[in-house]
């Protein structure tokens, strides 16, 4: 298996984790908690795509071509990570969540999408950097 490259997730994942701690000290009257609120919910949903794309990736040496892989939807990528041990059940179900919430409120741009995000990203950046773990260790592996 060709090495998989975790580069842009893990700067992905250190902009959510900076974005976060600014949104936090800012004033929500004050131009900069929108433009910090902006920038982590479109941190969220490009972490989660490539979480998605990345251990696709990570599938392929365990099927039988590489057409089956690119066939799994998101929410397969991640229950065939389970089955074959690579993230735990747990793991698999948050992110479960974290599309559910990114689905249900794709067309929702208010302030109510991105405050219900937000309640979600100081446990979504330690899984997200748990995918990146997993990556390393099946590049490790290989």
């Known amino acids: 298996m060709n090495q998989i490259d975790t580069t842009y997730l893990e700067r992905c994942i250190a902009t959510l984790d900076k974005a976060c701690s600014l949104l936090q000290k800012a004033n929500p009257e004050e131009i900069d908690y929108d433009m910090y ?17 990345l251990l696709r990736k990570v599938l392929k040496p365990y099927f039988h071509s590489s057409k089956a892989v690119d066939e799994l939807h998101f929410k397969q990528i991640f229950k065939e990570c389970v089955l074959r041990n690579l993230i735990t059940l747990e793991l698999c179900e948050r992110f479960l969540e974290y599309r559910d919430n990114r689905n249900n ?16 990203l100081p446990h979504f950046i330690n899984d997200a950097t748990a995918i990146v773990q997993t990556i390393k260790q099946q590049n490790n592996d290989a």
């Open 37 to 53: 609120r902006s920038a982590c919910v479109k941190e969220y949903e490009i972490i989660l795509e490539q979480c998605g794309k």
């Open 105 to 120: 409120t794709a067309h929702d741009y208010g302030v109510h999408f991105a405050e219900e995000t937000l309640l979600l």
